[in-house]
């Protein structure tokens, strides 16, 4: 198995490469996006490119990423999501759907071309949504986690908002009403089914990330895969390399049934795993606390033997971590996980 470390947009620079490498990483995962909701309502965006006005990833970019990564000694092995604004209408169904799908199979190629073995991605519409921050993690360090007693009150989402991000500042006023699970899957499978023989070409293998939080809907909107059965769901749509897996252990473990170890197991026999988000967490949905490894409910050493007793070889990157209280609360609460993920991974692949 290999050790890396995902890196947020601004992040991808020397410094942080030099980083990942100094705690044992030889891998990275590279998030292109701006996650902040309000980024298209920033008075500093850079205006888009009338050569490329929809922000597509551009072979450039995508080269001169690659080798900076590759100039610290490492390999980028994926670009983990899309853009809400570069899929919006493939999520919601909308007129601009079939440009979108274009969109993303030219992004793909791209990716392939360059050589980045993997793209992850999180189908959903309201995304990633409603978590709190607590200092819950072991001695107080600040993490992220979910309540729907204590967190935000579930709202249906507004029109111009997809996967928590506003993409149409200019949208009319309303919200975009609820979505079926059967819409949800339709306009997945429709996803699925014109991208995924492009990226088998290209070499790309696109790795679906679960609904984080693993509920059955989310602002009105049905999410696809909260319980672990679905995973079979999502590979059954296309059967291919190209159609694969990015196990978030956290997610999974949050979800009601089922039980990670067997996630693991099932999936690496299957070789459908791409990459795995390497977290633990407390708890299920609808109350759950992220936490340091070593103090969650999965036994990580023992979930990294099963990955290795099932044939898994590919990448495992911390995802999140609780934040440690110090000058630099990110990077320390990385490098632990890292240190710890090391060990145990030395152990366990030298028959310890
Ligand atoms: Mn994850």
């Not at 030099?18 to 030889?26: D, K, L, N, S, Y």
């Not at 999974?252 to 795995?276: H, P």
Request: aromatic fraction near 8%.
């Amino acid at each position: 198995m290999k050790i890396g470390l995902g890196l947020y947009r601004q992040m991808l620079n020397r410094d942080h490469f030099r980083f990942a490498r100094q705690a044992g990483c030889t891998h990275v995962v590279a998030h292109l996006l701006d996650y902040r909701k309000d980024q298209f309502l920033d008075p500093d965006r850079r205006p888009p490119d009338p050569a490329n006005p929809r922000d597509l990833w551009t072979e450039e970019q995508l080269t001169d990423l690659k080798t900076g990564v590759n100039a610290e000694g490492l390999v980028l092995e994926a670009i983990e999501n899309f853009e809400p604004a570069h899929w919006s209408d493939i999520l919601l169904d909308g007129p601009r759907k079939i440009e979108q799908i274009e969109d993303i199979k030219t992004m793909i190629r791209r990716v392939g071309k360059v050589g980045i073995p993997i793209i992850g991605y999180d189908f959903s519409i309201a995304g990633v949504w409603g978590h709190i921050q607590g200092s819950w993690a072991r001695g107080g360090a600040t993490a992220l986690g979910f309540s729907q007693k204590h967190g935000p009150r579930e709202t249906l989402i507004p029109k111009g908002e997809v996967w928590n991000v506003i993409y149409d500042p200019e949208a009319p006023s309303g919200d975009i009403g609820e979505v079926t699970s059967e819409q949800i899957w339709m306009r997945y499978e429709e996803f699925l089914k014109a991208v995924v023989p492009v990226a088998e070409e290209a070499g790309v293998r696109l790795a679906a990330h679960a609904d984080d939080p693993p509920l059955p809907t989310l602002r009105g909107t049905a999410r696809l895969v909260y319980q672990p059965h679905m995973y079979q769901r999502v590979l059954d749509i296309v059967p291919s390399t190209a159609n694969a897996l990015e196990i978030c252990m956290g997610t999974t473990q949050t979800m009601t049934e089922g039980d990670i170890y067997d996630v693991l197991a099932t999936y690496s026999r299957k070789k459908a795993i791409a990459y795995v988000h390497f977290r633990n967490v407390r708890g299920q949905v609808p109350e759950y606390r992220e936490v340091f490894l070593d103090e969650g409910d999965i036994d990580m050493v023992k979930a990294l033997r099963v990955l290795h007793d099932n044939g898994y070889d590919g990448l495992l990157v911390p995802d999140h971590t609780p934040h440690m209280t110090c000058s630099a609360p990110w990077h320390a609460g990385m490098t632990y996980a890292l240190g710890y993920m090391q060990a145990a991974l030395r152990i366990i692949e030298t028959g310890g």
